[in-house]
Nanobody
């Protein structure tokens, strides 16, 4: 198991930027996958972005955030980042960091076994 702790959420105006950090304690492996998900009130948790842990890791994005959000990781710090630019009111949600220690890249909530507590992102219009 890996423990995850998110930080960096907050309130921002539409068009603004925020960066979310996720610090992981515990061992990650080359085959691990780190992801960001979000959940808006009354909606199901949805995939936002993922990155593989191996060197030169591949990145994956939901269509709704492509070109606006960037996921990256610092293996030495065991930290994953989500840079969010050009934010829209519909990006308002609780954002969760998640880890899949072993297994192929997935966008399914059920494939990730470790979750952070979540951080609120609110985008005002």
């Amino acid at each position: 198991q890996v423990q995850l702790a998110e930080s960096g959420g907050g309130l921002v105006q539409a068009g603004g930027s925020l960066r979310l950090d996720c610090a992981a304690s515990g061992r990650m492996f080359g085959g691990s996958v780190m992801g960001w998900f979000r959940q808006a009130p009354g909606k199901e948790r949805e995939f936002v972005a993922a990155v593989t842990w191996r060197s030169g890791g591949s990145t994956y994005y939901a269509e709704s955030v492509k070109g606006r959000f960037t996921i990256s990781r610092d293996n030495a710090k065991n930290t994953v980042y989500l840079q969010m630019n050009s934010l829209k009111p519909e990006d308002t949600a609780v954002y969760y960091c998640a880890a899949r220690i072993f297994g192929p890249v997935s966008t399914a909530v059920t494939d990730f076994g470790s979750w952070g507590q979540g951080t609120q992102v609110t985008v005002s219009s």
